[in-house]
């Protein structure tokens, strides 16, 4: 204990022996995981829809290569999305194939291959009835799949209370804080959704129209794009702080996106499918996911982090490890 003494000793003793620095030891360890969770989309959708291989990942064949090296390299799971995607005899995958059909040719040879050392994280987007859309999930082809509050009710409610029922974890994609508002309000607040809550943070994409069923925000530079990551993160951590929370790289952001959520202790998603930028201030374009994938893990190895693997994961969102 310090001995107590007058003003005018105790301020002669402190400048005789002052320190401009304090010990190392005051500041303590910051509170960032040293585990990281890394995914990723493969598909692309910013070509002409010709596939270019890695770079626009469109056929079975070009998805099967892609997903394979990103496992190879580490990812704990990959996401496979169909949307707008078109095959090279010119056919709709998430129109012209019965999604549950494409989903089990990609995923049959991952299988055989990395048995469950990756996680099938799958979209339930696709189908011309509601049962087509949820047919991969309850067929026991994924184990995560994301879905947006911000899609119609009809739609939205009975697809996640749907994916809860088959022990899918629900991503919840979300592209502004309004939509972190309806997740609360529509899946939360109504008790629909299981903890650990799991997030998506997908902003950062141009929209074509005023306003869409996922309308986004527009980020054209690093403050724009620091300053809605915080936000969210802020609105999301206000609903529960123990969500799970991963940033999805999109549209010019997606290096510096990747970077302060990994600065931040969150989880990403890498990949083409929401980005085909390398740099935010260049037209230089990424070659194929397993680029970008090596450039996300060499920069949580810079910052301390260490991507966890398919298991990690599972235990991360509430998944049964395999």
């Given at each position: ?13 402190e ?75 010119g ?21 055989k ?13 696709n ?22 509050p ?5 739609f ?66 690093a ?100």
């Amino acid at each position: 204990m310090m001995t107590p003494l007058p003003l005018w000793e105790a301020a002669k003793r402190e400048l005789e022996e002052y320190q401009f620095v304090s010990s190392s030891d005051v500041q303590p360890k910051w509170d960032v995981p040293e585990k990281i969770a890394i995914n990723c989309a493969v598909s692309g959708r910013f070509t002409d829809g010709a596939s270019t291989g890695g770079a626009n990942p469109n056929n079975l064949e070009d998805y099967v290569d892609e997903a394979s090296r990103v496992i190879e390299a580490g990812a704990c799971g990959v996401h496979i999305d169909f949307t707008f995607v078109t095959d090279a005899k010119g056919r709709r995958l998430d129109r012209d194939l019965r999604p549950v059909d494409a989903y089990t040719e990609v995923l049959t040879p991952l299988k055989k291959r990395f048995g469950n050392d990756f996680v099938p994280n799958l979209n339930v987007l696709n189908g011309t009835s509601f049962e087509m859309c949820v047919e991969p999930a309850k067929a026991g082809l994924a184990e995560a799949a994301p879905c947006a509050p911000g899609h119609p009710d009809a739609f939205m409610v009975p697809a996640v209370t749907a994916l809860e029922e088959f022990g899918v974890k629900p991503e919840l994609a979300v592209h502004s804080t309004g939509e972190i508002e309806l997740a609360k309000r529509k899946l939360i607040d109504t008790g629909i959704l299981k903890k650990p809550y799991n997030w998506l943070i997908l902003y950062g994409l141009p929209f074509n129209v005023g306003r869409s069923l996922v309308s986004g925000v527009s980020v054209n530079n690093a403050q724009d794009m620091a300053q809605h990551m915080f936000m969210m993160v802020d609105q999301i951590r206000k609903i529960d702080p123990d969500s799970i929370i991963s940033v999805c790289a999109a549209g010019r952001a997606t290096l510096y996106m990747t970077t302060l959520a990994t600065m931040l202790g969150l989880h990403i998603r890498v990949g083409v499918e929401d980005t085909p930028w390398k740099y935010p201030n260049q037209d230089k374009l990424l070659g194929n996911n397993l680029e970008m994938f090596e450039m996300a893990k060499q920069i949580a190895e810079l910052h301390g982090r260490t991507t966890g693997d398919a298991n990690y994961y599972r235990t991360l969102v509430g998944l049964p490890t395999k």
